[in-house]
Nanobody, 122 residues
Framework: QVQLVESGGGLVQAGGSLRLSCATSGRTFSSYTMGWFRWFRQAPGKEREFAAAISWRGNTNYADSVKGRFTISRDDAKNTVYLQMNSLKPEDTAVYYC?????????????WGQGTTVTVSS
């Protein structure tokens, strides 16, 4: 069984930064079978959307809406994936979910965290 636990959300002013963390346990972190580690987000009243992903080899992919402002990374020694979010905008306000599992870059993998809330004030 795989467990994903997000942290790092909070309230920040527009233009500010936050770093989200996704700690994993239960399976070899760097294993090919884990597929991509992804961040999705869901704003109030909207559908969940893909934000960023990193492969077991370290390849990255971003949604156009966050490209150039967000950076996804991983620390295999700590079994943790990070999402550094800079130049935050009010429209980035959402619950951010960590996701993992086989599938394409923006596929809904089998494993989910509980979510962490990011609120960006104008």
């Amino acid at each position: 069984q795989v467990q994903l636990v997000e942290s790092g959300g909070g309230l920040v002013q527009a233009g500010g930064s936050l770093r989200l963390s996704c700690a994993t346990s239960g399976r070899t972190f760097s294993s090919y079978t884990m597929g991509w580690f992804r961040w999705f987000r869901q704003a109030p009243g909207k559908e969940r959307e893909f934000a960023a992903a990193i492969s077991w080899r370290g390849n990255t992919n971003y949604a156009d809406s966050v490209k150039g402002r967000f950076t996804i990374s991983r620390d295999d020694a700590k079994n943790t994936v990070y999402l550094q979010m800079n130049s935050l905008k009010p429209e980035d306000t959402a619950v951010y979910y960590c996701n993992a599992g086989p599938g394409g870059v923006s596929a809904l993998g089998a494993y989910w965290g509980q979510g962490t809330t990011v609120t960006v004030s104008s």
